[in-house]
């Protein structure tokens, strides 16, 4: 079966470290919303005279924030209906409380849910302190919001998304990214992704 994989989470828990760690395993088509979107929603910012990095503003989740989305689903789309595995690295809050997109996305492959295997690793952190670290290390300045904010935004570190999706339990695996990435964290999660 093709593998679609998704690694959700908050901003510096890692999810796309671990993806790509992963990935070292699995053969796959490796789609972070930020890469695809980023260039074209930094320069829509600007031509309205905004924060190129702000993705918190009303104006970005208005006018932008589905169209990132929506085109990083297209992407996926198209790579299972040619047969390959695919990674989805993006928070997905909204899609993931959305019953039929998932349904949407596999039809419009032409696949079904027997010839797609879904997965969810919903990439944690328990130490809110590293979270913010990584964030700071990273040093995008789209994180500022966050890092100026931190009062506002630190009760999210142990967020898991609302899951609405019609796939089995254990087809969802919270993943604690505290600590040291090692190898044997990494190879649990091929396990799970191919069991």
């Known amino acids: 079966m093709q593998k679609l994989v998704f690694f959700v989470g908050v901003a510096g828990t890692g999810k796309t470290t671990v993806a790509e760690k992963v990935t070292e395993q699995i053969p796959c088509a490796f789609l972070d919303r930020d890469t695809v979107g980023g260039r074209f929603v930094e320069r829509f910012l600007e031509m309205n005279d905004l924060d190129p990095n702000d993705r918190d503003s009303s104006f970005y989740k208005e006018n932008l924030r589905d169209l990132e989305y929506d085109t990083t689903k297209d992407i996926c789309i198209e790579n299972l209906r040619v047969g390959q595995n695919v990674f ?25 849910k027997e010839d797609i295997d879904v997965k969810v690793v919903v990439v944690t952190l328990a130490d809110i302190e590293q979270q913010r670290k990584r964030i700071e290390e990273r040093g995008t300045v789209r994180d500022s919001w966050k890092l100026d904010n931190w009062g506002d935004y630190e009760t999210r ?11 089995p339990e254990d087809h969802i695996e919270i993943f604690d990214n505290s600590g040291d990435l090692s190898e044997e964290k990494v190879t649990k999660l091929v396990g799970f992704i191919n069991k």
């Open 88 to 112: 989805m690295i993006s928070p997905f809050t909204a899609e993931l409380k959305n019953k039929q997109w998932l349904e949407e996305v596999i039809a419009a492959s032409g696949k079904t």
């Open 157 to 167: 570190v142990d967020f898991v998304p609302t899951i609405n999706w019609d796939i």
